[in-house]
């Protein structure tokens, strides 16, 4: 059971639905939100990424219990939000230093959880990618820094939501049948480290422990797991905290984030929710960009808004409410 003070349960609450599940938005994307564009043969601008961001969050939120933003370019948007929309600003940089081994975490410099706060955030959110089988020397630094943050996020008594990344320093296509066979040892080892109380984590955000393209009888792709497999992986990373935790959507398509939700709930695990990015809006930067704002905003209007609508009557069904892994002190 996770202890809780009054002042973070009611930002918790902010964040959810009245019966304690999370359907959250994920638009704090820099580098990759960047790269669609230049992908459309469009050299991406600040405000191109301010402007999309803000018309998403104008457009989306009135479905969303929270939406999550950079605060790089997403003031404006967090600012246009739906008022019933709750808000978690991200910490991290975006990207990592490639040059240097162990894809190492890096704050945003100027800005603090104490700014992050002033600007209306509910929670903080930080992104580490995790290598359970790294060197020793460099997963120190990764939770001597979690510790770090954990401590600041606690300090001001605001919710401290970790976003897990895992990888692999050895297999550098994440996709690959490869990495498909070692990603649940990956994705469950770090779940249960970084439920440890020293990181002083409040919720989890995490990766489905398996790809589910190469699941028996669901992928496309020579299945690396049987179909019982695949259900004992899910099984055993919601057996592997005690924390709240919610799914991203990882870039895959919308169907195949609310199959795998029913799946994970078939396995029993009782994740709490989900922060959802791409999965969403992804298909809506090509009209915007192409066809200008008009465009772009009948794209969210119709297409966008029967994503987040079926995303929402799918995670409703499976996932399970974060009020019975919580309890509050005084």
Not at 243 to 260: E, N, R, Y
């Amino acid at each position: 059971m996770l202890k809780m003070t009054a002042t973070k349960k009611a930002a918790m609450d902010r964040l959810s639905t009245e019966n304690g599940i999370i359907e959250a938005l994920a638009i704090d994307q820099r580098g990759a939100l960047k790269k669609m564009i230049h992908a459309l043969g469009v050299e991406p601008t600040e405000q191109h990424i301010i402007d999309f961001k803000t018309m998403v969050s104008q457009e989306l939120t009135p479905f969303a219990s929270a939406i999550l933003l950079d605060p790089e370019y997403g003031i404006p948007a967090a600012e246009a939000r739906d008022p019933k929309s709750g808000l978690l600003l991200a910490y991290e940089k975006t990207g990592y230093d490639a040059s240097t081994p162990g894809r190492l975490p890096d704050l945003l410099e100027d800005w603090s959880v104490v700014r992050l706060l002033e600007n209306g955030a509910d929670a903080i959110k930080f992104l580490l990618y995790y290598d359970a089988n790294e060197p020793m020397e460099i997963n120190h630094l990764k939770h001597v820094f979690i510790e770090r943050l954990g401590s600041e996020c606690f300090a001001e008594d605001i919710p401290f939501y970790l976003e897990l990344v895992s990888y692999d320093a050895q297999i550098t296509d994440a996709s690959s049948s490869e990495y498909a066979k070692i990603k649940p040892e990956k994705v469950i080892k770090m779940m249960r480290e970084f439920s440890k109380p020293e990181y002083k984590v409040d919720v989890l955000k995490v990766e489905v422990p398996v790809n589910m393209n190469y699941v028996e009888g669901i992928g496309k792709e020579p299945a690396v797991y049987s179909r019982k497999e695949a259900l004992s992986y899910f099984k055993q990373q919601s057996d592997a905290t005690h924390l709240p935790f919610i799914f991203l959507s990882a870039g895959v398509t919308a169907k195949m984030f609310q199959d795998t939700l029913e799946f994970a709930k078939e396995a029993g695990s009782t994740f709490n929710g989900v922060l959802c990015g791409r999965a969403t809006w992804k298909n809506g930067v090509a009209p915007f960009i192409e066809s200008g704002e008009k465009a772009g905003r009948n794209w969210l209007r119709t297409e966008g808004k029967e994503h987040i609508q079926q995303l929402n009557e799918v995670v409703e069904r499976t996932a399970s409410s974060w009020h019975d892994k919580v309890e509050i002190v005084h």
